[in-house]
């Protein structure tokens, strides 16, 4: 598994956990850091925290995407696994240039696989294309 994944797995886990918490974003990803210091390795380090504190400052945004481009699901009716993976692939679309977008969506696809229910993959598919399309977020991609 790349470092990038296993950052992306590892910040899922974190923003998991701060959506069941709702303590202090700050005061949480110290505890999460340091509870699980052991798989916080200085090769994912970066991206990992990038990814965290990223989708936390801009959640409001992304939320508000993800409420847009959902037939008939509000964000707080999403399972929270879907949900997070999604507020990730979101941000790397709208906030990490370096990343094309339909690496990020086939990212959070493969890990909801994973993480998520039998239906998790396609419904993210299709939530984020929807706000890939919306957005005009391409990067130069061919279809």
């Keep these: 598994m790349g470092d990038r994944r296993q950052a992306r797995e590892l910040a899922l886990q974190a923003l998991y956990y701060f959506d069941v918490d709702k303590g202090s974003p700050d005061e949480l990803l110290a505890l999460f850091c340091s509870n699980f210091e052991d798989r916080i390795d200085e090769s994912i380090r970066p991206f990992f925290l990038d990814l965290v504190k990223g989708v936390t400052q801009a959640r409001a945004e992304v939320d508000d995407l993800m409420n847009r481009s959902s037939s008939n699901w509000k964000v707080s009716r999403m399972p929270i696994v879907d ?13 990490q240039p370096d990343i094309p977008p339909t690496v990020s969506i086939n990212e ?14 396609a ?13 005009n977020i391409d990067r130069g991609e061919k279809e």
């Design 123 to 135: 419904f993210i598919n299709g939530v984020l294309d929807k706000i890939r399309v919306l957005k």
């Design 83 to 95: 949900r997070n993976i999604m507020r990730m692939a979101i941000f790397e679309m709208l906030k």
């Design 108 to 121: 959070a696809v493969e890990i909801g696989k994973r993480f998520g229910t039998r239906g998790s993959g």
